[in-house]
């Protein structure tokens, strides 16, 4: 999802860009049931009773916390004024806006578009819920939207933007609970975290608007800025070997935990925001611990930088790739695990191929236009709000 710039401290991180691709994978292969493969399979089923790729969202949820609040929170906290604190809070949205909005209204218009003039397979859904859907998604409230239909009907395509409603309702109100709790953020953010950690969420609306993994990013990086974050470098991680079963074992951990059949804890996603702030307090120091082979490093890296588009493009790619091929196969065809290669290669194909025209055509260039505009309002006003 939501990828972070930052001026005044390092701008990438390297552990946490691979951190981003692994959230996105989790993802990715999650949705793949039903939606791509449409059909089950005893392989296919046993498979997803222990695997719950749906953590991979409160894992870009704690990224996302982290990345924005270690270079915004320090700023406003050293605004000097009100002025100053709400303008260097408008530059702050200006910039989220062009970073994420252009991609994601591009799709949500094709996702609408899709599900009217090319949808005979029926795979997009009813052009009435994806019409709501996208509605929703547009407002910025399609977390709240999915709650109050969950269960009751398909809302196609558009049904991941519920994560990307709550990262953006997330961006507006940081600015404001800094700017209201002033020096206490911190003790704020602990109870908050610690009330949703305990918090059975037995409802659809409660499990979509959790904040406890973004407000652990938050926390961690608050703590970097305190001498005693040096203290808690796991040093034991330089050994490649360590690292490596720490990474395997923390995701193997997260896909374990999302599974409905395991059912590890009555409710996983305290320890699901636990394990992935975990990774992200090691990513958080910048020392390579999760890719030292460098051409996995180099794939990490671009499935972590392209993990926003591959976020809001594996969807559409899925029923796509059906609607391909209930056009290309006689009218009559049973699609069943017969299909499963030939469909997995052409959704990957689209996927791949769809998210890195998105990122170089939509995303990169708005991103950049956003920080054009970020440099103007803070030229005018005599600052340098942004590198």
């Known amino acids: 999802m939501a990828t972070g710039e ?7 991180i390297d552990d946490i860009e691979i951190l981003r691709a692994f959230a996105v994978i989790l993802v990715v292969v999650e949705h ?42 320090p700023k406003l906290h050293s605004a000097g004024s009100r002025a100053n604190y709400f303008h260097r809070t408008l530059i702050f949205w200006v910039r989220r806006f062009w ?54 009907e398909f809302s196609g395509a558009a049904f991941v933007y519920w994560s990307l409603s709550l990262e953006e309702q997330f961006y507006l109100l940081l600015p404001l609970l800094v700017f209201i709790s002033g020096r206490k953020l911190s003790y704020i953010l602990v109870f908050s975290v610690l009330v949703q950690i305990f918090l059975p969420r037995d ?13 652990l990013g938050v926390l961690i990086a608050l703590w970097a800025q ?26 193997l ?23 992935s702030a975990l990774l992200v307090f090691v990513a958080s120091y910048d020392q390579d611990y999760f890719a030292r082979t460098r051409w996995i490093k180099v794939l990490l890296l ?23 091929w209930f056009g290309l196969e006689p009218a009559g065809t049973r699609f069943n695990t017969q299909y499963t290669y030939q469909f997995l290669a052409t959704a990957l194909a689209l996927l791949l191929v769809l998210s890195e025209l998105n990122y170089r055509i939509i995303e990169t260039p708005f991103r950049r236009r956003g920080v054009a505009l970020a440099r103007s309002m803070a030229a005018r006003r005599g600052g340098n709000e942004v590198e």
């Not at 089923?45 to 915004?72: H, N, P």
């Not at 671009?302 to 391909?324: C, D, F, K, N, Q």
């Open 302 to 324: 671009w499935v972590g930088t392209r993990s926003y588009a591959l976020y809001l493009i594996h969807m559409p790619s899925y029923l796509l790739t059906r609607e391909i």
């Open 253 to 275: 951990a997260l896909a374990c935990v999302g599974s409905e059949t395991l059912r590890i804890v009555a409710s996983p996603y305290g320890l699901v925001a636990v394990i």
């Open 6 to 12: 930052q001026s005044g401290v390092k701008r990438r």
């Open 203 to 215: 409802t659809a609306l409660l499990a979509l608007v959790r904040t406890d993994a973004l407000f």
């Open 32 to 73: 793949m049931q039903f939606n791509l493969f449409h059909w089950n399979t005893p392989a296919l089923k046993s498979f997803y009773e222990y695997y719950g790729g749906w953590t991979g969202v409160d894992l870009f949820f704690a990224i996302s916390g982290f990345v924005i609040a270690r270079d915004l929170v």
């Open 226 to 251: 305190h001498p005693s974050y040096r203290l808690f470098k796991p040093r034991f991680l330089a050994h490649p070997m360590a690292a490596l079963a720490f990474l395997v074992l923390s995701l």
């Open 99 to 152: 970073r994420l909005i252009p991609s994601a209204w591009a799709w949500l218009t094709l996702i609408f578009l899709a599900s009217v003039f090319f949808n005979s397979s029926g795979a997009w859904g009813t052009v009435s819920n994806n019409a709501e859907a996208v509605l929703f998604a547009l407002l910025q409230v399609a977390n709240f939207y999915i709650a109050h239909v969950f269960g009751q």
